[in-house]
């Protein structure tokens, strides 16, 4: 037979918002008894909208859904029969992934949510708290990132040579926190006879998830920055006829074809963190593009980055759960 239990059970916490490795704490009020538990579970949830069609008929969508459970822990009540209020603090994991929501344009989704939940008699859930999650933060040092006089052939129409194009790239720290700022440094060493229209350095997410046997995936681009009106974009024999009409004497003459440049990218605060979880996976790499005149190759530059929670004041963490709270 059920057993009715009073409504006047509160739970509360002391902060709806927890780094991992730290601690919650809180309290629940009412006649809770003896049977009172208390619960903190994680979940990963997925929703997958794929297309099903059977021989000689047309598509149509259906949706998956899968859940896997993260984290889930008995807090202990400090409570006496003599008082109505019971006291809880517990620690919390320190491998913990952050709360996130991302939906794609088709209706698919994957999130990571934290709840708190006071159960009564060992079957009732009378009072659930969403909790926010931010990963703990990383402590590690630097990660450089150095590419030396990497030579890469320039080809018209996939076959005809072009010349090459050496790459020097130094990005001072490749494992950033929300809010942060990646400084890239850049050298091009043009000996093609092609142009450089422009550079560019993009940092893009990747997001992969999936349910059961279906899988979808979602990329975008987080933060962008283009650079131009550089000397040395010309290509070789451009230059060399330019110092030729200038200097008819002087045929032999060396023009400049170095491209020096320094680009900044901050890591807006609604981006996701780099980690990768039961049922879904974010991945981040920056890309260096130097683009060229269509039909001939572009050089091409992925670099792998890590994007971890903030690690600055907690007005950054507040800003960031805004920033994530409006993107989904």
């Not at 949706?63 to 008995?74: G, K, L, Q």
């Not at 008082?83 to 620690?91: D, E, L, N």
């Not at 790499?285 to 980055?305: D, E, R």
Request: include cysteine.
């Amino acid at each position: 037979m059920r057993q009715d239990y009073p409504h006047n059970i509160t739970l509360k916490v002391k902060s709806n918002v927890a780094v991992a490795g730290t601690s919650l704490s809180g309290f629940c009020t009412g006649a809770l008894g003896a049977g009172a538990s208390l619960y903190f579970t994680g979940t990963e949830c997925t929703k997958v909208v794929y297309t099903s069609s059977s021989s000689g008929s047309t598509g149509y969508p259906r949706e998956s859904y899968s859940t896997a459970t993260i984290v889930r822990s008995i807090i202990s009540l400090d409570w006496s029969g003599l008082s109505s209020v019971a006291s809880f603090q517990f620690p919390l994991p320190d491998q913990l992934p952050s709360s996130m929501y991302h939906k794609d344009g088709n209706g698919s989704s994957c999130s990571v949510s934290y709840q708190l939940k006071l159960q009564l008699g060992g079957r009732e859930i009378v009072e659930v708290v969403p909790i926010q999650i931010i990963s703990k933060p990383s402590c590690n040092p630097p990660l450089t990132y150095v590419e030396d006089r990497v030579r890469r052939r320039i080809m018209l129409a996939c076959c005809i040579p072009k010349g090459s194009i050496e790459t020097s790239i130094k990005v001072d720290d490749t494992r950033l926190g929300i809010g942060e700022v990646m400084k890239i440094c850049l050298e091009l060493v043009n000996n093609s006879s092609v142009d450089i229209k422009c550079i560019s350095c993009q940092l893009f997410e990747q997001i992969d998830w999936h349910s059961c046997e279906h899988h979808t995936s979602d990329t975008t681009i987080v933060a962008s920055k283009k650079v131009s009106g550089l000397k040395g974009m010309k290509g070789k024999a451009t230059k060399q006829a330019k110092a030729k009409a200038v200097s008819p004497s002087n045929s032999d003459h060396k023009s400049i074809n170095v491209i020096s440049c320094e680009a900044f990218l901050r890591v807006p605060d609604s981006t996701l963190q780099t980690c990768t979880g039961n049922l879904f996976a974010i991945k981040h790499h920056l890309s260096i593009n130097a683009q060229t005149k269509c039909g001939l190759t572009n050089v091409k530059i992925q670099v792998p980055a890590q994007i971890t929670s903030p690690r600055r004041s907690m007005t950054t963490i507040y800003d960031y759960l805004i920033a994530t709270e409006d993107r989904g």
